[in-house]
């Protein structure tokens, strides 16, 4: 890049500098802004019973298929998994006493509802076998546990025959991979 290429260009961004700075000079303070040209200090307050950062919740639970993409017609397993937290996040996540109640709701064409009981791991697991008739289509698997009085919710999923390829069928009267023109 030549000198004077270099000096246009330092004289292009000084007078966009300058230029943004006088704008800014001839702008009027918002009423009610604080602080700049109406001489008001700026604060800024807390509401005061609003934690700052988001508290843990003391209870999670999670969900997995043994297989994300299983046949059609198949059987999988649907792991639940729950967690007692330290909302102080001071020590790791424990099972709970065993024995909490949760209910896996399979949604979709499959549409079946699961119950099962956490054990000292804090792991429930239920069978599921299904015939989609709708293979390659994502199924929503829905689970819940109530702890101390609140429902904990989350969910995951699986797609059965998601390697399901639909095999064309050929009319009589067609050749295959030539489609018909009606002209101009």
């Known amino acids: 890049m030549g000198v004077q290429a ?9 007078l966009s500098v300058l ?3 006088l704008v800014a000079c001839q702008a009027t303070a ?4 604080g602080g700049g040209a ?33 046949n059609n017609p198949d059987t999988i397993t649907i792991y639940v998994i729950c967690r007692v937290q330290d909302t ?21 064409a499959i ?8 054990g000292p791991d804090g792991i429930a697991t239920a069978q599921v076998a299904f015939s989609d008739p709708n ?5 929503i698997v829905q689970v819940s546990a109530p702890y101390s009085g609140h429902t904990y919710v ?15 069928s050929v009319s009589p009267g067609t050749t295959p991979g030539i489609t018909p023109s009606t002209g101009p």
């Open 111 to 118: 549409n079946q509802t699961f119950t099962a009981t956490t």
């Open 6 to 14: 270099r000096r246009f260009a330092m004289l292009v961004v000084a």
């Open 135 to 139: 293979p390659g289509v994502p199924v």
């Open 38 to 70: 109406s001489g008001k200090p700026l604060t800024f307050s807390t509401p005061a019973n609003v934690s700052p950062t988001p508290t843990f919740p003391a209870f999670t639970i999670g969900a997995w298929p043994s297989n994300y993409s299983p």
């Open 154 to 168: 989350n969910q995951t999923f699986f797609t059965p025959g998601a390697t399901f390829t639909p095999t064309p």
């Open 30 to 33: 918002l009423p009610g802004g």
């Open 88 to 108: 102080t996040m001071q020590t790791p996540a424990k099972p709970p006493n065993p024995g909490v109640l949760v209910t896996i709701f399979v949604q979709g």
């Open 19 to 21: 230029s943004v700075a």
